[in-house]
């Protein structure tokens, strides 16, 4: 991920720093907050600098996870000038959007933190970084949904389509599949929950349903099984979702629409020439 980035953005070399810059120059950076945020992306951060020189050193101030207030200083590097230089869009890029992520997590789980509902994110993730993005919603204070179409079983609606019903699909499932993977399966009203409930499922995923509905269905439900509420909750709406009782919220607002923090880098000294 880090050489395809520095490969995007430097390309055959940074032409402004070469002509601005004398080899073998040593400056001190501060990394700062420029507003208030949630940190996650640190390893990455200092990884982008020690890809392009192992001397560039980061010091930190503060942990992933760490709420920090606008203008504390996150961090302190320290080496060459051309590399620091040259790798700070990059790293600034991951780390202002896995701050982001980890950021809108937190204002949504700090909603709902006096209910008995745990925040999931989705697959609905930036292509190639799925890694990063999930591990900055844990950072935020969620949790990870399945990471692929490897490590669960979700039943959605062309699945039940394809496999003729709920009560097929689930069936098959789990005469199938191994006995340690929950089947979960997507059900859209109270009949659908009724069906799925009796084939067997271990969690349903309660698909774009009014808060009525919802309500119906945790009553029904009566603890036989999961319930996961999921499909255009957003942080004005998440808290009367958590109130209906389910156990799980999905949102994939959580990685697709966070907005970035901002974060700056500032060179603040020349240390030496070497």
Known sequence: MIETALEEDIGSGDITTSLMVRKRTEVKARLLAKEDLVLAGREIFSRVFATLDPKVTCTWFFEDGDQVKKGKVVAELRGDARSILEGERVALNFLQHLSGIASFTREIVQKIKKYQVRLLDTRKTTPGLRALEKYAVKAGGGYNHRFGLFDGILIKENHIAVAGGIKQAVTRAKAKASRFLRVEVEVNDLDEVRTALEAG??????????????????????????????????????????????????????????????????IVNMVKRR
Request: proline share 2%.
């Open 201 to 266: 499922a271990d969690v349903l995923l309660l698909d774009n349903m009014d808060l009525d509905t919802m309500r119906k269905a945790v009553k029904m439900v009566k603890n036989k099984t999961l319930l996961e509420a999921s499909g255009n909750i957003n942080k004005d709406t998440v808290e009367e979702v958590a109130k209906t009782g389910v156990d799980f919220i999905s949102m994939g607002a959580l990685t697709h629409s966070a907005p970035a923090r901002d974060f700056s880098l500032e």
